[in-house]
């Protein structure tokens, strides 16, 4: 597999949770960093001095918004899957997995699927942001460390299915196969850990840090201190590799189009 390097300069990017903590950073980051339509996606109206924002009315987890905020993005080039829940809960409580994978999981994949078509027509990319908590459980929070492997998962799933629907179509694609980048950031000061007292990056610091990774074509970013220190044995390491062969059974299938 391979992910292509891409400026952020010029492009049309979409936010999920754009109101505040990191998905608020990240549209002000996107801006200075001259992309030329920022699209923030938020459940209730906002309102943005920058003319190059549009304002989008989406809750992910409900299908008709999803769908209508599809209908209004002409053209994109990159996807920010940001929004998510962190909500204390315990192992045994039900309904806290599934409200974490309603928003975290399901989200993710229905506004994934609904922009897919206009990626592809770009070769643009989707960045899902995951957490460390996917490759170790935080164990106090046992739905949203859950809820963040999932869709980990489903970021190798997806990037190596685009890959390989780009090798099949190689015409029709001709080298703007759709980047899928995991973020695996540390923990970042918002609202969402506002109450632990550990050490935290910043928001705005955690956006650059993201916007470099897709800016370098790196499949997992590692946007911050914290999940640096892991970023180089991560990307020599067996768990990669493994990714790698299992992608390359994907690849030798012939894919219906
Ligand atoms: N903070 C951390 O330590 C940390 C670490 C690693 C990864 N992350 C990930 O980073 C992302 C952003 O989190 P954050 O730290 O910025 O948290 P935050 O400050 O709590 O912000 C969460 C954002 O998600 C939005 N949201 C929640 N449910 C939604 C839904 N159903 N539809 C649309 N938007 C929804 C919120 O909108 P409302 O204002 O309407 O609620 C808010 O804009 C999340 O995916 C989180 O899991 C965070």
């Given at each position: 597999m391979s992910t292509k390097a891409m400026t952020i300069e010029g492009k049309a990017v979409l936010v999920t949770?754009?109101?505040?903590?990191l998905g608020q950073a990240l549209v002000e980051e996107a801006l200075r960093r001259g992309a030329t339509r920022v699209y923030a996606g938020t459940r209730r109206p906002l309102v943005h001095p920058d003319e190059r924002v549009t304002p989008l009315t989406l809750d992910v987890t409900d299908p008709n918004q999803v769908q209508r905020a599809a209908e209004k993005?002409?053209?994109?080039?990159i996807l920010i899957n940001n929004a998510g829940v962190s909500l204390p809960d315990a192992l045994s409580d039900r309904a806290a997995l599934e409200q974490h994978l309603a928003v975290n999981l399901f989200g993710t994949w229905g506004v994934t699927e609904a922009f897919l078509p206009l990626l592809m027509r770009t070769g643009g990319a989707v960045v899902n942001v995951v957490s460390v908590a996917a490759l170790a459980a935080v164990p106090v929070l046992p739905a949203y460390s859950i809820s963040k492997a999932a869709v980990f998962s489903l970021s190798q799933s997806l990037r190596a299915l685009l890959f390989s629907l780009s090798q099949s179509l190689r015409a029709l694609f001709a080298g703007r196969g759709v980047n899928v980048h995991a973020v695996m950031a540390g923990?970042?000061?918002?609202?969402?850990?506002?109450g632990l007292d550990i050490p935290k990056t910043s928001p705005e610091a955690v956006a650059r840090g993201i916007f470099d990774g897709v800016e370098r074509g790196?499949?997992?970013?590692?946007?911050?201190p914290m999940s640096e220190t892991m970023a180089e044995s991560w990307r020599t390491g067996a768990v990669k590799a493994l990714e790698r062969q299992n992608a390359a059974l994907v690849a030798a299938r012939p894919v219906a189009a």
């Open positions: 949770g754009a109101n505040r903590g993005v002409g053209s994109l080039d923990p970042i000061d918002t609202d969402m850990v506002r790196e499949e997992e970013i590692f946007p911050d």
